[in-house]
């Protein structure tokens, strides 16, 4: 069994490849087990690594040293493969993957922990041809968060500041759009402000629609937000992000299902934890266990309700 260690040294803004190499290091001195650490260098070169690896070793534990976009990177490489698992080892800024743990997401940053850690099959969105192991979504969300980074990298604004200036620009764009929604029954043609389908809890650096969502049932929690005014968007959000949608019923719409079809009058951005794609139709379908995951040694412990079936 092989571990590699994937490092993005762009995340969270400065370059961490010496400080992962010092800990891994340290952490292999009593152990006898291959490692590799890998530094990227470019967009889905994570994901490319993975799967040159694939075919070079009987078995290989994947470490997404980054953000939630390194992670996805990861993901992408490792899903459906029976001999590959993967987690997130944190670097990055956002980590939304890891903050659904609530107090047990300090164990992702234990490197011993990690290399100590159980395997775990959980689902997976099937996107566009991409995957997503967090959260999907479309609209005025997708467009906020796939845009955020353009004004997180100004130094006097920095990554929260980055996405009060998002939210500002492209509401000042428009909330809306229109947009053919279908999953299940439902089958709707209407002007939306966002759909968000949800296989994890939390996403946009810390929005939390839906807390009771599972990533190991085989189904996803989605929310359709109607058309609404700027003002009425600005005093429902903090339900929308605390995870009090079922309480707007009258603009929102909650479902539960396994696959997921929306089409838009012209091309726009789909947000796939923190990653975009671009498109004029959208396909999801929920991917039961197809994806291991690490679980650090210690995960359940400290959380009271806690995103996998442990």
Same mark, same amino acid.
């Given at each position: 069994? @092989? ?21 891994? @290091? ?212 903090? @339900? ?71």
């Amino acid at each position: 069994m @092989k571990h590699l260690f994937i490092v993005n040294p762009a995340a969270g803004g400065h370059d961490a490849t010496d400080e992962v190499s010092a800990r891994v @290091k340290a952490s292999f001195q009593g152990r006898s087990e291959p490692y590799e650490i890998y530094v990227t260098c470019g967009p889905r070169d994570a994901t490319r690594k993975i799967r040159t690896e694939l075919s070079e070793s009987n078995g290989l534990r994947v470490y997404a040293c980054g953000g939630d976009g390194t992670f996805n990177e990861c993901v992408c490489g490792a899903a459906l493969q029976p001999d590959v698992a993967v987690t997130p080892f944190p670097t990055g800024t956002g980590n939304d993957f890891c903050r659904q743990f609530g107090s047990d997401a300090v164990l992702f940053q234990d490197l011993d922990a990690l290399l100590d850690g159980t395997i775990h099959e959980i689902d997976l969105i099937s996107c566009n041809g991409s995957y997503s192991a967090n959260i999907c979504s479309v609209g005025i969300d997708a467009r906020i968060g796939t845009s955020v980074h353009k004004y997180s990298k100004i130094p006097i604004v920095g990554g929260a500041g980055g996405y009060v200036i998002s939210a500002a620009v492209n509401a000042f764009k428009g909330i809306s759009s229109n947009m053919h929604v279908r999953c299940g029954r439902y089958d709707v043609e209407a002007k939306q402000s966002l759909v968000c389908a949800c296989n994890g809890r939390f996403y946009g650096g810390g929005f939390n629609p839906s807390p009771d969502a599972m990533m190991d049932d085989g189904l996803m929690d989605i929310f359709i937000v109607k058309k609404v005014s700027l003002l009425t968007f600005a005093r429902l959000i903090k @339900k929308y992000a605390d995870g009090r949608a079922d309480e707007l019923p009258r603009y929102v719409t909650h479902l539960r299902g396994t696959d997921l079809y929306i089409e838009f009058d012209g091309e726009d951005v789909i947000n796939l934890d923190g990653e975009a794609l671009y498109a004029d139709t959208v396909s999801m379908h929920l991917l039961p266990k197809a994806l291991r995951l690490i679980v650090p040694a210690g995960l359940g412990r400290g959380t009271p309700n806690p995103p996998l079936c442990l």
